[in-house]
């Protein structure tokens, strides 16, 4: 069994009460005493709290008073507490390929295991690892060391509890400050993952500020570079990551992207832009697949995956859901995210078509789905690139 990280305590405290937690207690106590001293219009005032911070937030790009990374938290917090079947069976919260008619998990690490090259006693590291299941995979089937980074406390306790696994909790932004996590990480491994999480890195409010977003998946591809063994005979990141598309928008799109950003708090790049721009100083890009329909039809075919989930309720569901009222201030907009489907809405027309019709999708969807195969140049670019003594276009070229 895998000893406990020091910091797991720590964030599973963070991930019951947070900053976002005691601001929402400040409105809602605020908003007590205002009804009692002023009348029952007082109580109202965590409402104008919540509209003005949305205001500034889509009119101006600020957020004022919560955190959108710690919504991300507490996004897979719900899920965990919420959703049935997260892990195991052959299916995990990403999601899985469609062969022959049948989702299958199997194919789906099989073919990242070919695109890593990943080789008995390699090593490999996991950047948003969910509960392990692919780390699982790597070690019992590949013979691979695996090691996961995530930060959510109870995915992480849960693939060190079952899968005896190592896990460490935190944010991967964190580590590029932390000295002692990068002398246990850097230059470990074969091959690094970022499977379904990519989406997350980039919050809302930097939609409009393109410089920002570049400087954090310039940070992620660096991240990546710092962990790679540069003397492996792998050096390759696999990533998938949903895309936006140009497609042009109505009032319904910013309506259930309102609700998206709510529920899973972040900002997809645009075809163009992101990891497949900003990855070239270090990495050479060595295949782009499009796995949209496959992501699509997991949501169609499994009822208990996230895209379209059908929630069981039960009594303890029930009472988490109450006690999130005083710990979250976006329930109420998690709530209404399923009511309008608003997953599905950004598939396009025939969202729940069983059908698998790529260049169909292309045409009417809003996201694609990119799975992205990086390698890492060889020194010198490298060694300049960790550096940040290089110049991007001629790196780039």
């Not at 003397?231 to 990551?241: I, T």
């Not at 490298?382 to 780039?396: P, R």
Request: net charge neutral; with cysteine.
């Amino acid at each position: 069994m895998i000893k406990e990280p020091d910091n797991t305590r720590a964030a599973a405290l963070i991930n019951v009460v947070d900053r976002n937690t005691l601001v929402w207690w400040a409105l809602i106590l605020t908003s007590a005493g205002l009804a009692v001293s002023l009348g029952p219009w007082g109580g109202l005032f965590w409402v104008a709290a919540l509209m003005l911070d949305d205001v500034l937030f889509w009119v101006f790009g600020k957020a004022l008073l919560f955190d959108s990374q710690l919504r991300v938290r507490r996004n897979y917090q719900w899920i965990h507490n919420l959703y049935d079947g997260t892990t195991g069976g052959g299916r995990d919260l990403g999601f899985n390929l469609a062969v022959d008619g049948r989702l299958s998990q199997r194919a789906k690490y099989e073919h990242m295991a070919r695109q890593l090259g990943l080789k008995k006693g390699m090593s490999i590291c996991d950047v948003g690892c969910g509960y392990g299941d692919w780390l699982k995979y790597c070690r019992d089937e590949l013979g691979c060391a695996a090691v996961g980074i995530n930060m959510t406390p109870e995915q992480a306790d849960y693939a060190r509890r079952e899968y005896g696994l190592e896990v460490h909790t935190t944010n991967w932004k964190d580590i590029l400050g932390d000295p002692r996590l990068q002398a246990r990480l850097y230059g470990r491994f074969d091959a690094v993952t970022f499977m379904d999480t990519v989406e997350h890195y980039v919050s809302m409010e930097d939609r409009n500020d393109l410089e920002k977003q570049n400087r954090i998946y310039s940070d992620m591809c660096r991240f990546a570079a710092s962990l790679l063994n540069k003397n492996s005979p792998a050096r390759r990141v696999f990533l998938s990551c949903l895309h936006q598309t140009r497609k042009p928008r109505n009032w319904k799109f910013y309506w259930h992207a309102y609700f998206m950003d709510k529920m899973y708090s972040g900002y997809y790049p645009f075809v163009d832009e992101g990891p497949l721009a900003e990855c070239r100083p270090w990495f050479r890009v060595v295949s782009v697949d499009d796995r949209t329909e496959d992501y699509r039809l997991t949501g169609v075919r499994d009822r208990k995956h996230f895209q379209a989930v059908s929630i069981k309720p039960t009594p303890r569901k029930a009472a988490y859901a109450a006690l999130l009222f005083f710990l979250d201030p976006h329930v109420i907009h998690r709530i209404l995210y399923y009511a309008c489907d608003s997953w599905m809405f950004f598939y396009g027309d025939d969202a729940y078509s069983r059908d698998y019709d790529a260049d169909y999708r292309k045409r009417v969807s809003y996201v694609l789905l990119y799975w992205i195969t990086l390698e890492l140049k060889p020194e010198p670019a490298v060694a300049a690139a960790l550096a940040g003594e290089h110049n991007f276009k001629e790196v780039a070229s």
